[in-house]
């Protein structure tokens, strides 16, 4: 009955933690750099500070990004998705 407990605890921890873990890089969204105009409008209305306009292109970091899908709506191009 123990182990039974412990692999339970086990599975409890294992599924807490991928769930707290956020997007990444294969689940955030992504930027066509070929359609962005580097507008900043998605810079502006993220509310979590995850995209900044580099050399011309939005960049999303994955780490900040909570797909609020914001700056989908907001960008003019449809260069994120």
């Not at 990444?24 to 070929?34: F, I, M, P, S």
């Not at 939005?58 to 989908?72: E, F, G, M």
């Amino acid at each position: 009955m123990m182990r039974y407990i412990e692999a339970l605890l086990i599975c409890f921890a294992l599924l807490l933690s991928a769930s707290c873990a956020g997007p990444t890089e294969a689940t955030g969204l992504v930027v066509d750099t070929t359609a962005c105009i580097g507008c900043g409008e998605c810079e502006k209305v993220c509310p979590y500070n995850a995209i900044e306009v580099i050399d011309g292109d939005a960049v999303i970091n994955p780490s900040l990004c909570r797909l609020c899908y914001r700056c989908v709506e907001i960008c003019p191009e449809g260069a994120v998705y």
